[in-house]
C-alpha cells in the first residue's frame, strides 16, 4: 500500500499555483519528487553510491532531463516509435540543471551521483524546463545526501515592458528579453539567454526579480524537507590527506610555479614547463614513494598552481600571457577564404581560431526541432565542431558532446537575433570548426558566423561579437579581478565564467556560471560593463573586416526568391495533379515550394542559375497577375483562326486578337500576317461582359496613318 504523500503548494504570481510533492512515485531512490504546474507533471529523481570508487579522483554527477511523448499524447517519429538518445534540447536542459547543482556538493565529495528528470505529464503553455530544476533540487532536499544548499531556477522574460516569471509558451513568443537563472537563496549560480540588444542594466534588473522569485521556491523546498522529517546528511568517506606531504609540494614548487606562471610564455610552453616541474617533483620524492603518495603530491600540485596563479593575479595584476586584466589578445580575421562554401571566415583572437562556413539551401532543408510539446521547422542551424587537435590532443572521435551542443547553442541564438524574417528565403546552415582552443572557442564562433553570413550575402545588418569574461577574488582581504578573453586556463581556476554577446547597440546572449558565494551586483555591473567595452574592441575589428553584407550571393551559390500570393492561386500555380508547377520546374530547372499560411500562399523559388530563377519567378507571377484593362503585354500567337488569332498574353491566360485589330490596314485574311510561336505587343482593350474572354488589340500600339480614324477608342 501507498504511503501518504507529502507536499507543499505555493503561487508563482498572477494565481499560478505550483506543487512539490514527495512519498507517492519512485520510493526506492535516495530522493523523489513530483513538481506540478497546470498540466505539466515533472518527476525527478536521485540517487547517491554510499562509497567512491576505489582511485577515483573526480566528482561523478550524471544529469539527465528526458521528455516522454506520451507525456503530449504522442508517439515518437523514429523508426523504432520509442524515446531514442537525448535531443539536443533534452541536452541544453540537462546542462542548465547540471552547471546549477554541481556547486552544491562538497568538493571532497567523490561518490557517483545520478539526477533523473523526466516529462511525465505535458501541458501546451507551461514551459517545463523552468521547472525541471527545481524538481531535482527538491529531490536532493528530501534525500540525505550532502548538498550544501538548496536552489531553484526560474526563467525571467520582458514582455511589453514587464517582467514576468516563468511566463507561458503563447506570453514568451512575444518576449524581447529571455533568461533561466539559478540561484542559492543568497547567491546566484547560473545565468542562461538572450535578449533583442538590451542593455546591461536591464539584465541586472532582471537577475534581481528572478532571485526573489528563486527565494520563495527556496523556502517552499525547506518546508518539504521539514516535513519529511530529513534532519542529517549521510556521512562520507573523504579523501585522504597528508599535511606533511602537501606542505613538502609547496615547499619545492611553489616558487617554480610563480616564475613559470608570470613568464608570459605561450600556451604549450606553459604547459611543457609546468608538467616537467611537476615529474620533478615526483622525483624528488623518492624511489620508494608508493602510487597512492605519488598521485596525491600530484593533486597537491595541482592545487598549488590553482593558488599560486590566483595570488598572482590578485596581487601583482599579472595574467599568464603577460595581458592587462581588460585586455582583449591579438585579432586576425577574414572572410571569403574558402572558393566553394556560400560564404566563410577564419576568425583568430590569440590562441583560439575558428573557421566558419555558410550555407544556402531550400525550405526542404529546413530542421525539425521536436519536443514532447512542440514540432516545428526552423531556418536558421549552427552546428559546432570542437576537434581534438585543436588542443593538441589525441582522442576519439565521437559525435558531438553535450559541450559542443552547449556551444553551439549559444552562438546560434545569438546570432538568430539578427538574421532576417521569415520573409527571406533561404535556410542557413553555419559550421564552426574550431582549429585552435585557449579559452572562448564559442565566442570565435559568433564572431567568424557573423562574418561568413555578411560574406555569403545574408542581409544580415549588424555584426554580433562575443567576449568570454572571468572573476577571481579572495574572500580573506576582499581583492578581486575581472579578466576580459580568459584564456583556458584563466576559465579553469577562476571563479565566475560569463560570456556576453552583441551588437554596439545591446546584449544578444549571455551565458554564465558563478561558483563563490556572495557576489556583489555591483560587481556584476563592473564586469558587465567591461565585458562591453571587450565586444566593442573586438566589433571594431570585424567592421574593419567587412562593414555590411554582400549585396547579392556569390555566383556558385543558389538563387532564391519569395513570392507571397493570395491563397485562392496556389490551385492555379500547381495545376491539376501539379501539371503547371512540374512544367515550370521542368523548363527553369528550378525548385518550387509552395506553403499555404494564412490567408496568403508562399511560394519559395530556388534556382542553381540565375536565368532559370527570374524565368520561374516571371512565370509565377503571370499566373497569379490580374489582366489590367488598358496594360500592355508581351503575348504568343497560340493559334490562327480566319477571323484572327488566338494568343497568351500572361502564363494560363488567352485572349482574342480579332483581325481588324492587327493593323490600321484592313486585312482579308490571315495568311501569311502571323503563325504559331510569333511574339507581338499588345494592349487589353477589353472584356466581353458575356463571355469573359478578354479583348486585345495591336494596332492601337502602332502609329496611326494621317487621315485614319481609330476605329476603336480604347
Given at each position: ?11 508563482i ?21 513530483t513538481?506540478r504546474?497546470?498540466?505539466c ?39 523504432f ?50 521547472l525541471a530544476?527545481l ?18 531556477e ?38 542562461e ?25 527556496i ?43 608570470r613568464?608570459?610564455?605561450a ?66 580575421m ?49 552546428h ?80 554580433v ?22 584564456l ?15 551588437t554596439?547597440d ?9 561558483k ?23 566589433l ?5 573586416c ?19 500570393i ?20 521542368r ?37 497569379v ?5 488598358g ?65 486585345l ?11 485614319k ?6
Amino acid at each position: 500500500m501507498l504511503s501518504q504523500p507529502i507536499s507543499v503548494t505555493f503561487d508563482i504570481g498572477g494565481g499560478r499555483e505550483v506543487s512539490i510533492e514527495t512519498g507517492r512515485l519512485a520510493r526506492q531512490a535516495d530522493g523523489a519528487v513530483t513538481v506540478r504546474q497546470g498540466n505539466c507533471i515533472i518527476l525527478a529523481t536521485v540517487v547517491a553510491n554510499k562509497e567512491p570508487k576505489e582511485g577515483q579522483s573526480f566528482f561523478p554527477l550524471v544529469v539527465d532531463y528526458n521528455e516522454k511523448f506520451a507525456s503530449a499524447g504522442r508517439i515518437p517519429g523514429s523508426f523504432f516509435k520509442r524515446e531514442g538518445r537525448l535531443s539536443d534540447y533534452e541536452v541544453l536542459i540537462s546542462r542548465l540543471i547540471d552547471r546549477a547543482l554541481r556547486p552544491l556538493f562538497p568538493e571532497d565529495y567523490l561518490c557517483d551521483v545520478q539526477v533523473l528528470i523526466t516529462l511525465v505529464s505535458s501541458d501546451k503553455e507551461v514551459m517545463p524546463d523552468a521547472l525541471a530544476c527545481l524538481a531535482a533540487s527538491a529531490a536532493l532536499a528530501v534525500s540525505d545526501i550532502p548538498i550544501k544548499e538548496i536552489i531553484s531556477e526560474v526563467r525571467i522574460a520582458r514582455i511589453e515592458g514587464q517582467y514576468i516569471v516563468n511566463p507561458t509558451r503563447t506570453e514568451l513568443a512575444k518576449a524581447d528579453m529571455d533568461f533561466i537563472i539559478g540561484a542559492t537563496e543568497k547567491n546566484l549560480m547560473m545565468v542562461e539567454g538572450e535578449g533583442n540588444e538590451c542593455a546591461e542594466e536591464d539584465l541586472v534588473k532582471a537577475l534581481e526579480i528572478a532571485h526573489e522569485a528563486i527565494r520563495q521556491q527556496i523556502k517552499a523546498q525547506h518546508e518539504l524537507r521539514a516535513k519529511v522529517g530529513v534532519a542529517s546528511k549521510r556521512d562520507y568517506t573523504k579523501p585522504e590527506q597528508n599535511p606533511e606531504l602537501q606542505q613538502k609540494v609547496a615547499d619545492f614548487a611553489k616558487d617554480k610555479i610563480y616564475q613559470i606562471s608570470r613568464s608570459a610564455s605561450a600556451k604549450h610552453a606553459r604547459s611543457e614547463a609546468i608538467d616537467t616541474l611537476k615529474d620533478e617533483l615526483i622525483a624528488s620524492l623518492g624511489e620508494d614513494a608508493d602510487d597512492a603518495v605519488k598521485k596525491l603530491a600530484k593533486k597537491y600540485y595541482d592545487d598549488l598552481q590553482w593558488e599560486v596563479v590566483r595570488n598572482m593575479i590578485l596581487d601583482d595584476r599579472i595574467r599568464l600571457d603577460g595581458r592587462q586584466l581588460d585586455q582583449v589578445r591579438p585579432l586576425n580575421m577574414e572572410i571569403d577564404i574558402l572558393p566553394s562554401p556560400h560564404g566563410s571566415a577564419l576568425f583568430t583572437r590569440g590562441e583560439t581560431q575558428s573557421l566558419t562556413t555558410v550555407t544556402l539551401g531550400t525550405p526542404l532543408d529546413e530542421l525539425l526541432v521536436e519536443s514532447a510539446a512542440v514540432s516545428d521547422y526552423t531556418k536558421f542551424i549552427l552546428h559546432y565542431n570542437f576537434p581534438p587537435f585543436s588542443t593538441g590532443e589525441v582522442k576519439m572521435m565521437r559525435a558531438p558532446g553535450r559541450r559542443e551542443v552547449g556551444h553551439g547553442n549559444l552562438a546560434m541564438r545569438s546570432l538568430k537575433k539578427m538574421m532576417p524574417g521569415n520573409e527571406y528565403p533561404y535556410t542557413v546552415r553555419i559550421v564552426s570548426d574550431i582549429l585552435e582552443s585557449n579559452g572562448s572557442s564559442s565566442m570565435a564562433t559568433v564572431c567568424a558566423g557573423s562574418l561568413a553570413l555578411m560574406d555569403a550575402g545574408v542581409p544580415f545588418p549588424k555584426h554580433v561579437s562575443g567576449v568570454a569574461m572571468g572573476l577571481i577574488t579572495r574572500g580573506t582581504d576582499g581583492k578581486y579581478a575581472i579578466l576580459t578573453d580568459i584564456l583556458g586556463d584563466e576559465d579553469h581556476l577562476g571563479d565566475m565564467d560569463f560570456k556576453v554577446t552583441g551588437t554596439r547597440d545591446g546584449i544578444c546572449g549571455v551565458q554564465m556560471d558563478i561558483k563563490i558565494d556572495g557576489l556583489a551586483m555591483s560587481t556584476m555591473r563592473e564586469a558587465l560593463e567591461q565585458a562591453r567595452k571587450g565586444r566593442l574592441h573586438i566589433l571594431d575589428a570585424m567592421y574593419e573586416c567587412t562593414a555590411e553584407a554582400r549585396t547579392e550571393v556569390k555566383p556558385h551559390a543558389p538563387r532564391m526568391e519569395k513570392l507571397f500570393i493570395d491563397k485562392e492561386f496556389i490551385g492555379a500555380v500547381i495545376g491539376p495533379q501539379g501539371k503547371i508547377i512540374q512544367e515550370i520546374q521542368r523548363e527553369t530547372g528550378a525548385t518550387i515550394n509552395i506553403e499555404e499560411v494564412g490567408n496568403y500562399g508562399e511560394v519559395s523559388i530556388f534556382s542553381p542559375a540565375k536565368e532559370g530563377l527570374e524565368k520561374a519567378v516571371s512565370w509565377i507571377k503571370g499566373i497569379v497577375a490580374v489582366p489590367e484593362i488598358g496594360s500592355v503585354y508581351e503575348a504568343t500567337v497560340k493559334g490562327i483562326k480566319e477571323f484572327g488569332a488566338f494568343v497568351e498574353f500572361l502564363p494560363g491566360k488567352q485572349g482574342l486578337l480579332h483581325i481588324s485589330e492587327i493593323s490600321w490596314k484592313r486585312l482579308e485574311t490571315m495568311e501569311g500576317v502571323l503563325k504559331e510561336g510569333d511574339v507581338v505587343k499588345v494592349k487589353l482593350i477589353g472584356v466581353d461582359s458575356k463571355t469573359g474572354k478578354f479583348k486585345l488589340s495591336r494596332k492601337i500600339l502602332m502609329p496611326k496613318p494621317e487621315g485614319k480614324r481609330p476605329e476603336n477608342p480604347a
